[in-house]
């Protein structure tokens, strides 16, 4: 196959704000886990935003090819290593400046998924893992459209333990052979080019994964402001910015560009539970349906997505 035929490949990077743990649940900065996931062409659109990114920590930083600058939003809020310089107003300013403009010449696409833990533990008997079920709404999203596109791609995440890398694995080949309750097989295996995610270390400095940081929780937190569910932060002002500097980047529907979710009440709508879940209510049809920006995140098993396929 000549290279002007085959598929275009693309990557995705994901990221999490927030933990997977039905724990303190009453506390709503740990009620709402956001997975953030950013996708690149491969070679040309991922090697310019690479270049991109290491121009700008090299122009604020310095040289450190022993010791590369890591884009940690931890790290960044608390001025430790590196960002320490970020303590001087004048340094800081740059920094946001610039790495706004870094995020906005980007070429990626993005879409991000939230669930209500509290919720979703209430409903179910046996809550399917918070992560996982992100994890299947934004696979649904990426591998649509890479099928719309007749492109093929594979996802890179990174790591968060042995335990947790293991069953990650085993999501996504769940995903992968078996597909989800919106699409089942071979809808993912069709745009998908392997069998497992790749993970990796933060320390192995992979660009899209820092990307997917610095978004994952500006975002998460614009989405939950956008329904009522937190109240506006008036200390957070570099947030906003940054969630303005993504938002054309937002998985938008290709005729009307408006940004989409797919509410998915319960997963009722096939006569069956949602994989690792048992509800506490008896079956019943519930429908699927499209919702526009504004419809709301409390519903426990509800993954708003801000794209659609």
């Avoid at 997977?20 to 009620?31: C, G, I, N, V």
């Avoid at 694995?169 to 995903?175: D, E, P, S, W």
């Avoid at 745009?191 to 500006?218: C, F, S, W, Y």
Wanted: overall charge positive.
């Amino acid at each position: 196959m000549t290279e002007a035929l085959r598929p275009k490949r693309y990557r995705l990077y994901l990221d999490e704000s927030g933990d997977h743990a039905y724990a303190l649940l009453d506390d709503s900065t740990h009620r709402y886990l956001g997975l953030l996931g950013v996708w690149f062409r491969e070679k040309d659109d991922y090697v310019a935003f690479s270049d991109d990114l290491e121009a700008f920590k090299r122009d604020l930083f310095g040289p450190r090819p022993d010791e590369p600058v890591l884009l940690h939003r931890t790290e960044i809020i608390n001025r430790r290593g590196p960002f320490g310089i970020l303590v001087n107003p004048d340094r800081q300013r740059e920094f946001d400046d610039k790495l706004l403009a870094v995020i906005a010449r980007a070429r990626f696409r993005m879409v991000c998924a939230v669930i209500n833990k509290k919720e979703h533990r209430d409903r179910y008997i046996t809550p399917m893992h918070p992560y996982h079920y992100c994890l299947q709404a934004a696979l649904d999203r990426y591998c649509g459209w890479l099928n719309y596109k007749n492109a093929v791609g594979d996802v890179v995440a990174e790591t968060r333990g042995k335990k947790e890398d293991r069953q990650l694995l085993g999501a996504y080949k769940t995903v992968y052979s078996g597909g989800t309750l919106m699409f089942p097989p071979p809808f993912h295996g069709r745009a998908l080019t392997t069998t497992e995610v790749k993970i990796r270390r933060k320390e192995d400095n992979i660009p899209g994964l820092q990307l997917a940081d610095t978004l994952a929780h500006p975002v998460k937190q614009a989405m939950l402001r956008e329904r009522g569910v937190i109240e506006d932060e008036p200390r957070d002002v570099f947030g906003p910015r940054v969630v303005s500097a993504a938002e054309p980047k937002f998985n938008r529907d290709e005729t009307t560009r408006k940004v989409w979710g797919l509410r998915q009440d319960m997963a009722l709508e096939m006569k069956r539970p949602l994989a690792g879940s048992v509800s506490r209510q008896p079956l019943r049809a519930v429908h699927l349906r499209r919702t526009a920006l504004n419809d709301g995140i409390t519903n426990g098993t509800q993954v708003n997505t801000l794209s659609v396929p």
